[in-house]
């Protein structure tokens, strides 16, 4: 049981480059959401889905899209990387969006220079 | 809307002494609370969780929380810490209803430093 699996681990970027992270969960959950952790700061939500073909935005999403095609894959797209973007990104996924325990990837370090 | 404020960015403490990392959340509905722990570079991992039912959450590694209602509070304590707690922990709260029951907001973190 992999649980929640990110790629890549570690990114460095140029301004204006776009880039994908993966994000695949093993365990049929249907909440899935990406959190960006920056010093000081905390996690703060950038996108979360409920299920396959239902997305929503966070507190942070300006700068990034998300598609949910499948249960398990929850895609986070960079369009046009910029130095603001320069953070630890976690995936997350829960059974439902409830009472239930939300399980965290190990995250993804992106540089943007 | 909801936020939490974890009131000390750093806290040191001596092997074996106790510790509370304390923690406020505002709400203006009922909440599900949670502590997390994130060791150097390493993903997040759950210490406990408040739900509903007993105040008082048992988690792992011998830390405990205690919800209290009227302060808004959900503070996290261990009796005897040992030098592998060191660690940043986060505390969040969900809201409790609705499909965005599975959103945490997080606070900014407490790093635990324990010292020999």
């Known amino acids: 049981n992999a649980g929640v699996t990110q790629t890549p681990k570690f990114q460095v970027l140029k301004t204006g480059q776009s880039m994908t992270l993966q994000c695949a969960q093993d365990?049929?959950?249907?909440?899935m959401s990406w959190y960006r952790q920056d010093p000081g700061m905390g996690l703060r939500l950038i996108h979360y889905?409920?299920?396959?073909?239902?997305?929503d935005q966070g507190e942070v999403p300006n700068g990034y899209n998300v598609s949910r095609s499948t249960t398990e894959d929850f895609p986070l797209r960079l369009l046009s990387a910029a130095p603001s973007q320069t953070s630890v990104y976690f995936c997350?996924?829960?059974?439902?969006?409830?009472?239930?325990?939300?399980?965290f990837g190990e995250g993804s370090w992106l540089t943007v220079v | 809307a909801q936020s939490v404020t974890q009131l000390d960015s750093q806290v040191p403490v001596f092997e074996e002494a106790p510790v509370e990392l304390r923690c406020n959340y505002s709400?203006?509905?009922?909440?599900?609370l949670f502590w997390y722990v994130q060791y150097p570079n390493q993903g997040l991992q759950l210490l406990l969780k408040?739900?509903?039912?007993?105040?008082l959450v048992k988690g792992i590694n011998g830390f405990e929380a205690e919800f209290n209602k009227s302060q808004t509070s959900f503070h996290l304590r261990k009796p005897s810490v040992h030098i592998s707690d060191t660690a940043e922990y986060f505390c969040?709260?969900?809201?409790?209803?609705?499909?965005?029951?599975?959103?945490?907001?997080f606070g900014k973190g407490t790093k635990l430093s324990v010292k020999p």
């Open positions: 889905s409920v299920g396959a073909g239902i997305t």
């Open positions: 408040y739900l509903s039912g007993s105040t």
């Open positions: 997350a996924s829960s059974y439902s969006a409830s009472r239930n325990t939300i399980y």
């Open positions: 969040a709260v969900s809201e409790n209803y609705g499909g965005s029951q599975g959103n945490l907001i």
């Open positions: 365990m049929n959950h249907e909440y």
């Open positions: 709400s203006s509905v009922s909440v599900y």
